[in-house]
């Protein structure tokens, strides 16, 4: 199965400012089959972009994905406070679906 | 809106069979094109996929639980279930249900997919 290694494993940053997000995979991921997740604590992860750049409905546009093969980014323009949260990557180009282990933005 | 909500027990002993139900609600399960799934979280594991169902009855689950999921749909309820049979500690975590829409497709069997609308989530322990 497909491996996902998401890089840094906290990222520190204050309102306002800009993060990057990465999502690496031990092999290439099919057709851009990626998607990326917001989990606040105490609740279910949110589906944020699908097949590496889609938006899902009601995703802000600071939101944007992109990638293909095996690199992958997650890009918040501009953090909002209810952005501080941490984000997952997942895979859904082989089977079976894998999850990345999570980037944690935290406030500065 | 679609809605999900997790229920059933939170405590099993060691070597029994976890049994999770998932009620759909602000729409139909027999939606034509989504799947519908489980997910569970622990500390130690991350986020792990277990297995969906088509209201048609079709499903497919993680190779790595091996042959111990059961997943079942009772469309006159609007529910899906889980079973997870022969449990062990390393089965504690916070399961999700969740609409699935399969992406990556072997002929007519499905692959894989994403995850577009989550319940919120409830806690199992395995412990004796």
């Known amino acids: 199965e497909i491996v996902l290694t998401q890089s840094p494993g906290t990222l520190f940053l204050s309102p306002g400012e800009r993060a990057t997000l990465s999502c690496r995979a031990s092999?290439?991921?099919?057709?851009?089959?990626l998607a990326w997740y917001q989990q606040k604590p105490g609740q279910a992860p949110r589906l944020l972009i699908y097949?590496?750049?889609f938006r899902a409905t009601g995703i802000p546009d600071r939101f944007s994905g992109s990638g293909s093969g095996t690199d992958f980014t997650l890009t918040i323009s501009r953090l909002e406070p209810e952005d501080f949260a941490v984000y997952y990557c997942q895979q859904y180009g082989s089977s079976p679906g894998t999850f990345g282990q999570g980037t944690k933005v935290g406030i500065k | 809106q679609l809605q999900l909500q997790e229920s059933g027990p939170g405590l099993v002993k060691p070597l029994e069979t976890l049994s999770l139900t998932c009620s759909v609600s602000g729409g139909s399960i027999s939606s034509t094109g989504y799947y519908w799934g489980w997910i569970r979280q622990s500390p130690g594991k991350g986020l792990e996929w277990i297995g969906n169902?088509?209201?048609?009855?079709?499903?497919y689950h993680n190779p790595s639980l091996k042959s111990r999921v059961t997943v079942s749909v009772d469309t006159s309820k609007n529910q899906f279930s889980l079973k997870l049979s022969a449990v062990t500690a390393a089965d504690t975590a916070v399961y999700y249900c969740?609409?699935?829409?399969?992406?990556?497709?072997?002929?007519?069997?499905?692959?894989?997919?994403?995850?577009?609308?989550w319940g919120q989530g409830t806690l199992f322990t395995v412990s004796s």
């Open positions: 092999q290439s991921v099919s057709n851009g089959y």
């Open positions: 969740a609409r699935h829409e399969v992406s990556l497709w072997f002929g007519n069997s499905p692959g894989a997919g994403y995850f577009d609308y």
């Open positions: 169902i088509h209201y048609s009855g079709s499903s």
């Open positions: 097949n590496a750049s």
